[in-house]
Structures are given as C-alpha cells and as structure tokens.
C-alpha cells in the first residue's frame, strides 16, 4: 500500500510559477511509475503529465508541453512538478498517482492516489 500526499499549490498570477510535491509513504515509489492530474470545476479529470520509476521515459499533455516538468527523487520518496507561465487554465485540483508502469498512469488507471492540492491562476 502507498500513500500519497500533494503540496505545494497556491494562488498565482498569469506567468508565474509553482511547484507541486507528491510526498509517498508506505512503500518505496522507485517501483512505480508516478503522475499527475488535474480536475477543474465541472470538470473531467485530466492527465498531466507522467514520469516512468527510473525517469527514462515523460509524458506530457499538450497543454503543458514546454511549461511544466515532472521529475522523481525516489531517494527521497518524492515526485514534484514543476509549473511555469501558468495560464488560467491551469486552474484545478491537482492530483498525483501511482501505478506498476507509465502507460497505466497516463490512462487514468493508477492504482494510488493522492488527495489534491489547488492552484488557481488569476490573469
């Protein structure tokens, strides 16, 4: 069993940045692929973005791509994303999740998750 916390979310300005954490307790993640997703009002939940349990492999939604970084220090039993040029958009509940490979992340599928953090971005 793996728990999953998120931290890091806030209230931001258009273009500004932020960093989310995903703190894993219970069992090592360097055994699982970890994600990201996100849920805005009224809203389907969304993949984010999704990094492999030895970081060679990342997937990122085109709405992020070029903007947001996921990356994993599994010595630390940790996942962060890091969000720049936010845009309003971006706005929603993030969520991280974890699963045995990538492609069960991205897919919605995972079989842990956390309990969200939020961010709103205000133009």
């Known amino acids: 069993q793996v728990q999953l916390v998120e931290s890091g979310g806030g209230l931001v300005q258009a273009g500004g940045s932020l960093r989310l954490t995903c703190a894993a307790s219970g069992r090592t993640i360097r055994s699982y692929a970890m994600g990201w997703f996100r849920q805005a009002p009224g809203k389907e939940r969304d993949f984010v973005s999704a990094?492999?349990?030895?970081?060679?492999?990342?997937q990122y939604a085109d709405s992020v791509k070029g903007r947001f970084t996921i990356s994993r220090d599994n010595a630390k039993n940790t996942v962060y994303l890091q969000m720049n040029s936010l845009k309003p958009e971006d706005t929603a509940v993030y969520y991280c999740a974890a699963a045995d490979n990538i492609r069960v992340v991205t897919t919605g599928l995972s079989t842990y998750w956390g309990q969200g953090t939020q961010v709103t971005v205000s133009s």
């Open positions: 990094i492999s349990w030895s970081a060679y492999s990342t």
